[in-house]
Structures are given as structure tokens and as C-alpha cells.
């Protein structure tokens, strides 16, 4: 399906995901979708615009109402991505929040995280809820302001482009000791939505927490994502997106890359290191580069698994 | 297995002790909500479950019957309780926030961190 030169394009634009950046920019490259790092892309219009056309911007984990040391200015880190998107020569026609919008699902930072989503010039804007959107007693804040493209249910999909959207959800219905959970119900609602579209549509399907493991002991993975993989394997072009581990993970399997997006908040730790995911606190100066913690995996080959995890000094 | 000791606090308002019996079975979320913010202010049976590095300690906790339960966030990331049958669900805990529940009825309880849910742990009330 992908071509060499596709292929070239793609392994230049993993090596910027190396670099530091708060939003991750998709274009659409040879049928392919082709992550970029934004900070690059807005500093480098060329390089961005040779890969394709903007398609979408992914954001995540904005964590509004978070407070602690490791970033005490959430709100200022959100605004410079926002800029940092608007200042975007050509601009992506829709952004997709990835969850972790609020930090303790409180109304007041709902409020200010839709307040200032708001101010992106793209202004079509599609979300999943994260673990902490979901956080509240009764699970109903979200759904109140983000519930109606799904008649509540969190899980939609929609069509932009040629490329057909699966927003799936989850971080509900946690069995305890699991990882994420899709459901059956919410499965059945995918193979029914997939059955009828060609194997050469291109698919993009995003989530709160990964659609593959990561890592099972901090719950960094969904543990009935393997029925959704056996469903999308037909066909050409599919992209998994994910928020949640704060980092750039990636793999690819045959047509599926799995691309794990960074937070616009703070850093978390690599897989297994400290007692558990909790917020990274670093040096002041080295916040905007470690927002861009990376986890890189630097393919070599369409069919070949490459998965590296590095910081970058 | 550990516990916790906490210092004895002062007796709760006897209203308050009346309406929190009444509504927990009918409302058990909103009860306990309500509950989870009077607790700094009324005494608690001392029953204490304390969530550090991404963990209930102690993990396991056995209580008479009509024991209060008070959870408490030592980490610098919010937690929530949640029973898996949906008996009780708190809200997001943030650091030294807390969280409380009545257990009436001797049984097994099972219960989890609805944000990391590889944090589990289990009450037995006699």
C-alpha cells in the first residue's frame, strides 16, 4: 500500500518527534497518514506542506485545573499549543482532543478547557473523554457538554476527507486490576459501522488511553483492543491515536500505526519507572522540551514492529 | 498487611448521622458525596484506607458492622473510590482530599480507583 517515497517521508518525519513540540500535526501523504511534530512543522511551512496537506491536529491531556509543581501553569502550555496551531500557515480543518481534558472533572475547568479550545481557528473540534473527565460521582459532566455527537454514548464516527473517524471510548466500566475496556456493545457498534465502508478507505481511530499494551502494570493498554484490531486488518491505511502516557509512543503493525500523543501538561515517566504514572517534575527550563518526552519508533519497514522508548537529554 | 492509625476525631452531629443512615441505600453516590465533605468535620469510626504511590494501604480492611470508612489521597495525583457494583463512587480525590462510606450490611466489598484501575482493594465488614 505505501511507497517508497511515502515511506521516506514518514521515517523524516518520525525522527522530528524527536524534538520538542506540544501537538502533533497529521498530514495526508501518499494515502498515508503521516505524523509531524508541530513545533517543526510551524517553524519549517516546507517541510510540513511537502508531506500533504494539514488534515488534522491532534491535541491531548490538557489536564485543566491541574496544579501541582510539575507544571503550575497548565493554562499557559495549553495557549502556546493553541497559538502554536493558529499560527499554522495552512490549517488543519478539524482538531482531536484525545481526553484528559479536566484534570478532576470539575464544571469550572470544563468551562475554561472548552473557553479556550475555543480560541483555535479550526473550529470543528472532536473529543474523547479521558479517566479524569470521568472522574465525577455520577460521570455526567463530560456527556453534558460533549455527549451530544453520540446521543451519549461517547463513541461516534464521522467522515472527512475520503478518511473515515472511529471516536471510541475506554476508560469506563473499569473491571478492577484491568486495563481499558471497550465492551462488547460499543464493539458490535464498530464491526457494524466498518461493515459496509471499502478496504481502501483510510481509517483513523482515536482514544483516551492506548489501543494496544504498553505497559499492563500502570494500565497502559485496553484489554479487548485485540477484537478492534481483528476488524480494521482489511484495510489499506489505519491510525490509532491515543493520549493518556504523556509521551510519543509508536508501533506499527502491518497497516495499523498506533501513535501515542504527548500532553500539552506535563511529562510522565517512562513505563515503569517510580511507584506509578504520576505528574514529572522537571527543571523549569526544560518543561516546554520534556512536554516532548519521546518515546520514538523509528520504522524501517511497513510490515516490520519497531518500538523504542528515549528521553531526550 | 498494615494499618493506618489515625487519631480519633470529634462525634458527628446526631442529624447528620440520621440523614447519612436514611438516604445511603436509595442515594449511595450523592450520599457519600455529601458525606465525603462533612468528613473533615465530623468524626469518623477510626477505619482509615490511606492512597500512596498508587495504592490502597491497607489494601484489605475488615470492619464491623455500621463502620465508617474514610479513604485519604497521600499522592500527588488524584484517585477515586468506586465499589464495582456501584455501591459507592466518589468523585475525583485530589492530594489530602478524602472520601467516606457507611457499611451497614456484613459482606465482601470490592473496590477500585476509577482513574488507575490496577488500584484495587477489598473491605470485609462482620
Known amino acids: 500500500m505505501a511507497e517508497i517515497p511515502a515511506l521516506e517521508s514518514r521515517r523524516k518525519a518520525l525522527k522530528c518527534l524527536a524534538y520538542g513540540g506540544a501537538g502533533t500535526l497529521f498530514a495526508l501523504a501518499g494515502g498515508v497518514l503521516t505524523p509531524i511534530e508541530l513545533a517543526v512543522a510551524g517553524s519549517d511551512p516546507k517541510s510540513a506542506a511537502s508531506l500533504g496537506r494539514p488534515l488534522f491536529v491532534q491535541i491531548s491531556d490538557t489536564h485543566i485545573g491541574f496544579n501541582k509543581d510539575a507544571n503550575p501553569d497548565v493554562n499557559g502550555t495549553l495557549s502556546r499549543t493553541i497559538e502554536l496551531v493558529n499560527a499554522m500557515p495552512e490549517q488543519p480543518e478539524l482538531i482531536i482532543h484525545t481526553g484528559d481534558i479536566t484534570h478532576l472533572s470539575r464544571p469550572a475547568e470544563f468551562d475554561l478547557a472548552q473557553q479556550m479550545l475555543g480560541q483555535l481557528r479550526s473550529t470543528e473540534l472532536h473529543t474523547v473523554p479521558g479517566e479524569h473527565d470521568t472522574s465525577d460521582a455520577t460521570v455526567t459532566e463530560y456527556f453534558n457538554r460533549f455527549g451530544k455527537a453520540s446521543a451519549n454514548k461517547g463513541y461516534y464516527s464521522f467522515d472527512h476527507a475520503g478518511v473515515h473517524f472511529i471516536a471510541l471510548v475506554n476508560v469506563l466500566n473499569f473491571k478492577p486490576g484491568g486495563l481499558g475496556t471497550l465492551g462488547d456493545e460499543q464493539l458490535a457498534w464498530v464491526e457494524a459501522d466498518l461493515k459496509a465502508r471499502s478496504a481502501s478507505t483510510p481509517i483513523v481511530i482515536f482514544a483516551h488511553m492506548p489501543l494496544w499494551t504498553i505497559y499492563e502494570p500502570w494500565g497502559w493498554g485496553t484489554g479487548d483492543s485485540d477484537r478492534l484490531i481483528a476488524m480494521v486488518r482489511r484495510f489499506g491505511s489505519v491510525t490509532m491515536l491515543n493520549g493518556h502516557i504523556h509521551q510519543i509512543v509508536q508501533k506499527v503493525e502491518g497497516n495499523i500505526t498506533f501513535h501515542s500523543a504527548r500532553s500539552t501538561a506535563y511529562p510522565q515517566p517512562l513505563a515503569g519507572e517510580g511507584p506509578g504514572p504520576s505528574p514529572l517534575k522537571v527543571p523549569e527550563d526544560q518543561l516546554p522540551r520534556m512536554l516532548g518526552v519521546t518515546s520514538v519508533s523509528v520504522i524501517k519497514h511497513p510490515r516490520s514492529l519497531a518500538l523504542r522508548d528515549s528521553t531526550l537529554a | ?126
Not at chain 2, 477500585?112 to 490496577?118: A, D, E, R, S
Open chain 2, 1 to 126: 498487611m498494615s494499618f493506618t492509625v489515625i487519631p480519633m476525631r470529634r462525634a458527628p452531629a446526631p442529624a447528620l448521622r440520621a440523614l447519612l443512615g436514611a438516604a445511603m441505600l436509595a442515594m449511595a453516590a450523592v450520599t457519600a458525596t455529601t458525606n465525603a465533605r462533612a468528613a473533615d468535620a465530623a468524626e469518623v469510626d477510626p477505619a482509615q484506607i490511606v492512597m500512596k504511590d498508587f495504592m490502597f494501604a491497607p489494601a484489605a480492611l475488615s470492619v464491623k458492622a455500621g463502620a465508617t470508612v474514610t479513604w485519604r489521597n497521600q499522592d500527588n495525583e488524584p484517585h477515586t473510590v468506586a465499589s464495582d457494583t456501584g455501591l459507592f463512587r466518589s468523585g475525583a480525590l485530589d492530594t489530602n482530599e478524602s472520601f467516606t462510606f457507611k457499611f451497614d450490611k456484613p459482606g465482601t466489598y470490592h473496590f477500585l480507583c476509577t482513574i488507575h484501575p490496577y488500584m484495587v482493594g477489598t473491605i470485609t465488614v462482620q
